[in-house]
T-cell receptor, first 115, second 118 residues
């Protein structure tokens, strides 16, 4: 099974600053999808951003962008101009484009935004 | 908007009780999932289903079973609840058949059920 590693259990950032959350994964496949999900306190998990492995261009969604390094199997999330509403647990996830429908999640990074 | 609805937000049960957690999605998704979320362990897959009456074990199926009699509904069953099953349970759904995926195949999550077994 693929493994997804988030090595930062907790991170903090000052409001309006930039923070980067790390994610690495292990796979022998060449075609897959990567995701960042956000889970605010006591609220529903929602998708933040996704990346197709065959695309070299890094995905961007407003203040959220990724740094996808396929050879290094790294998929970090950058949050620019951090806002109080960005405080949440962030999960990195992997899904094969070839075999099965299963998603593999990291253990999460808890982000605190300091006013 | 996709809607994934879990029947209860909070549930308190006694050890040995049979517990049903229900999940309904309204987007005609083929795939449905049950995860368990514990601090420091992230999301761990219990079971998933890619079609009606089809199921596959995830990483931690022991002590759980599932039922998918209708496409929109996926139930998680704890046959005899134990205290180590106290946790947050998340249901999710996604589109796609068992072996074909598209770039739109993201997972949509329910709000979660926090289960306490006393």
């Amino acid at each position: 099974a693929q493994t997804v590693t988030q090595s930062q259990p907790e991170m903090s950032v000052q409001e309006a600053e930039t923070v980067t959350l790390s994610c690495t994964y292990d796979t022998s496949e060449s075609d897959y999808y990567l995701f960042w999900y956000k889970q605010p306190p006591s609220r529903q998990m929602i998708l933040v951003i996704r990346q197709e492995a065959y695309k070299q261009q890094n995905a961007t969604e407003n203040r959220f962008s990724v740094n996808f390094q396929k050879a290094a199997k790294s998929f970090s999330l950058k949050i620019s101009d951090s806002q109080l509403g960005d405080a949440a647990m962030y999960f990195c996830a992997y899904r094969s484009a070839i075999t099965g429908n299963q998603f593999y999640f990291g253990t999460g990074t808890s982000l605190t935004v300091i006013p | 908007d996709v809607k994934v609805t879990q029947s209860s937000r909070y549930l308190v049960k006694r050890t040995g009780e049979k517990v049903f957690l229900e999940c309904v999605q309204d987007m005609d998704h083929e795939n449905m999932f049950w995860y368990r979320q514990d601090p420091g362990l992230g999301l761990r897959l219990i079971y998933f289903s890619y079609d009606v009456k089809m199921k596959e074990k995830g990483d931690i199926p022991e002590g759980y079973s599932v039922s998918r009699e209708k496409k929109e509904r996926f139930s998680l069953i704890l046959e005899s609840a134990s205290t180590n099953q106290t946790s947050m349970y998340l249901c999710a759904s996604s589109s796609g058949t068992s072996r074909t995926l598209t770039a739109k195949n993201i997972q949509y999550f329910g709000a979660g059920t926090r289960l306490s077994v006393l």
